[in-house]
Nanobody, 122 residues
């Protein structure tokens, strides 16, 4: 089992920045690929970013490429999502998740956090 707890969400103006953190506990964190997803009201959960277990490769949705950066610190069992140049359409609940192989498909992730709300005002 892997337990995931997100933090760092909040209210920010358009153009601002936030950094989300996801702290993991339980089974060996460093052996898992990690992903960030988001879900806005009335919409399906969508892929945001993912990173391999070594941190050597990262993947991004087109909508966030160039603005968001995913990273991880295996010594701290934590994955991060740095979000810059935020837009109102980035407003959603953001979830981190763990998987054996990073993918854009939420169904391929085995463990999920409870989510953290990000609200971007215009």
């Amino acid at each position: 089992q892997v337990q995931l707890v997100e933090s760092g969400g909040g209210l920010v103006q358009a153009g601002g920045s936030l950094r989300l953190s996801c702290a993991a506990s339980g089974r060996t964190f460093s052996s898992y690929g990690m992903g960030w997803f988001r879900q806005a009201p009335g919409k399906e959960r969508e892929f945001v970013a993912a990173i391999t277990w070594t941190g050597s490769r990262a993947y991004y949705a087109d909508s966030v490429k160039g603005r968001f950066t995913i990273s991880r610190d295996n010594a701290k069992n934590t994955v991060y999502l740095q979000m810059n140049s935020l837009k109102p359409e980035d407003t959603a609940v953001y979830y981190c998740a763990a998987t054996s192989v990073p993918t854009t498909k939420p169904g391929q992730y085995n463990y999920w956090g409870q989510g953290t709300q990000v609200t971007v005002s215009s």
